[in-house]
T-cell receptor
């Protein structure tokens, strides 16, 4: 059975304090792994797609990496505006485009 | 690019009435759209997959007669919650899969449904 587990559930950071979020997965053939950011009361905002182990993508203070079993989202020198819930999702190869989401990591960055 | 809108953003209705939620891809064509439901402090739960011009595919446990989905064009899908009850109150979010980046879903802003 496909599973996506995110850790930690919640993370409180001081502004400038870098950290990493983890997304571990078990899936029968990975077509892609996705990271989204979700603000309260809003829909998820697309951040990255990763397709193969060893791949890395960056956007501003965020960097996503992928191995065969997990993905990390590194937040470098975060700012209060980086506060959000970060969702990881996998797309199994036989899923017809469906995504399976993890429970998310709620990040709070304090000034 | 890749903007998805939903309407309405918030709706309050009486028990027993039906509510329609629209999902539009504004700057791209979407052969496939997805409908999700999200409970407070929980992750997204896929309800159904909507393909343009064909019947929707529902996930296990989702009542297809209660949640009617229509995908009439490449830019519009609708979700109708029929005979709504308080337990249908939730945050409903749609996503659209682009034909250019076939593996990426872009999400709408969500619709907050409250059934009194």
């Amino acid at each position: 059975e496909d599973q996506v587990t995110q850790s930690p559930e919640a993370l409180r950071l001081q502004e400038g304090e870098s950290s990493s979020l983890n997304c571990s997965y078990t899936v029968s053939g990975l077509r892609g792994l996705f990271w989204y950011r979700q603000d309260p009361g809003k829909g998820p905002e697309f951040l990255f797609t990763l397709y193969s182990a060893g791949e890395e993508k960056e956007k501003e203070r965020l960097k996503a990496t992928l191995t065969k079993k997990e993905s990390f989202l590194h937040i470098t020198a975060p700012k209060p505006e980086d506060s959000a819930t970060y969702l990881c999702a996998v797309q199994p190869a036989d899923s017809w485009g469906k995504l399976q989401f993890g429970a998310g990591t709620q990040v709070v960055v304090t000034p | 690019g890749a903007v998805v809108s939903q309407h309405p953003s918030r709706v309050i209705c009486k028990s027993g009435t039906s509510v329609k939620i629209e999902c539009r891809s504004l700057d791209f064509q979407a052969t496939t759209m997805f409908w999700y439901r999200q409970f407070p402090k929980k992750s997204l739960m896929l309800m159904a997959t909507s393909n343009e011009g064909s019947k929707a595919t529902y996930e296990q446990g989702v009542e297809k007669d209660k949640f009617l989905i229509n995908h009439a064009s490449l830019t519009l899908s609708t979700l109708t919650v029929t005979s709504a009850h308080p337990e249908d109150s939730s945050f409903y979010i749609c996503s659209a899969r682009t034909t250019l980046r076939v593996d990426t879903q872009y999400f709408g802003p969500g619709t907050r449904l409250t059934v009194l």
